[in-house]
């Protein structure tokens, strides 16, 4: 589904990506892993479109995305979220959802002031779907707290529930678990399976929780100082000399915890 072939990205004399490799399998769960500054973020940006690639491509459902820009990109089922969430603090639960699912409108600016009967089926259209990922992501009882009263860890389930809005074939989750307790990173693994296998939306993730990462993802990408040390599954990639070396670290295979 997505396939990114010989990538590379510069920023004046900083070579953030060279030569990166990466193949997401339609309805596959790949994690993307590696120091802080390994280039992971700028990957998400050249497949989104905010940055243009200084060579190589990107390939999604067979269409080459590098010169796209960020709304093309949207428009062709690619949603992301990012590592500082990026809700509408001051607005209701239900109302972030409810801006999200406007991108699908189909009225006029013109129906829309003489609230028209497109307008009218469109507002009822945009309500029962917002509901609906409201109950999919155990919201609807929050649906008219202020995003900012919420705690964290559903602030960051109400990002993906937003994301979601636009009804993706590719999600990019970048560091979805950063600032979450045990409890509230357990019930994000069980809402990220559900996204694959209950809406065969194929995922692709960065993150600094190897337990996460671990648990839930068959195939990992392992990056260090822009290039693919390492890819495989959760058990090769762990017991990699390489990723251990460069970002694991001993103490991980003991039982400790990545530090990034
Ligand atoms: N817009 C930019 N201008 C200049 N340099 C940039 C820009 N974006 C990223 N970089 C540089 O590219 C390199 C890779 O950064 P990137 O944010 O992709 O790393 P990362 O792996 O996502 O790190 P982290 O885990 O800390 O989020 C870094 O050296 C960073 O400073």
Request: charged share 25%.
């Amino acid at each position: 589904m997505l396939e990114i072939k010989h990538l590379s990205k510069n920023f004046g004399g900083i070579e953030a990506l060279k030569d990166v490799n990466i193949n997401v399998e339609r309805n596959g769960l790949v994690g993307l892993i590696g120091p802080n500054g390994a280039g992971k973020t700028t990957i998400f940006n050249l497949i989104t479109g905010e940055y243009v690639p200084t060579s190589g491509s990107v390939i999604f459902d067979g269409k080459e995305l590098a010169n796209h820009h960020p709304y093309q990109v949207a428009a062709l089922g690619i949603t992301r979220t990012f590592q500082n969430i990026r809700l509408f603090s001051d607005l209701s639960v239900l109302d972030n959802v409810r801006i999200a699912c406007h991108l699908h409108v189909k009225y006029s600016v013109f129906d829309s002031i003489i609230h028209g009967r497109r307008f009218v089926e469109g507002e009822k259209e945009i309500y029962d779907r917002s509901m609906e990922l409201l109950k999919i992501f155990k919201l609807e009882n929050k649906r008219d707290e202020l995003a900012k009263n919420l705690p964290y860890g559903e602030q960051r389930r109400l990002e993906i529930t937003r994301a979601l809005a636009t009804n993706p074939k590719l999600l990019l989750l970048d560091e979805p678990a950063a600032g979450m307790n045990p409890q509230e990173t357990e019930d994000l693994m069980e809402t990220i399976r559900f996204l694959r296998d209950g809406m065969n939306i194929t995922i692709l993730l960065i993150e600094h929780d190897m337990h996460l990462v671990m648990g839930i993802c068959e195939k990992i990408y392992v990056l260090d100082f822009g290039k693919v040390i390492a890819e495989g599954d959760p058990t090769s990639i762990q017991h990699d000399p390489k990723v251990i070396e460069a970002y694991l670290g001993t103490a991980y295979l003991e039982g400790g915890k990545v530090n990034a």
